[in-house]
């Protein structure tokens, strides 16, 4: 099975960066679309941004994370990246690594289509 590490949280003030990594083991090779959600006390799990690269690389984004976030794979890691600049307060959430064995087109931020999920990293933006 498909297992999902994600690392790279922690406390920054608002205008600063992270960058996060999850890194994917087993049969990597199965997962059309990977992702970041986060989700943030009393609120629901938000699609960061996504990206599907084993046809043809395409990119979402959230309209709150564009132009700040930036989400890349190294396919020969089996290792995906969440560059994150300018952060503000509001992005303080739990961030959870996602991927899906679902060929869907544009891969959607929509949680319920994806099948595996890391355990999560803190981000937290003061």
């Known amino acids: 099975d498909v297992q999902l590490v994600e690392s790279g949280g922690g406390s920054v003030q608002a205008g600063g960066s992270l960058r996060l990594s999850c890194v994917a083991s087993?049969?990597?090779?199965?997962?059309?679309?990977m992702g970041w959600f986060r989700q943030a006390p009393g609120k629901e799990r938000e699609g960061v941004a996504t990206?599907?690269?084993?046809?043809?690389?395409?990119?979402t984004y959230a309209d709150s994370v564009k132009g700040r976030f930036t989400i890349s794979k190294d396919n020969a890691k089996n290792t995906l990246y969440l560059q994150m600049n300018n952060l503000k307060p509001e992005d303080t959430a739990m961030y959870y690594c996602a991927g899906t064995i679902i060929a869907t087109m544009f891969c959607p931020r929509v949680s319920s289509l994806y099948n595996y999920w890391g355990q999560g990293t803190q981000v937290t933006v003061s």
């Open positions: 087993g049969p990597t090779y199965s997962l059309y679309c």
């Open positions: 990206i599907e690269s084993n046809v043809r690389t395409t990119y």
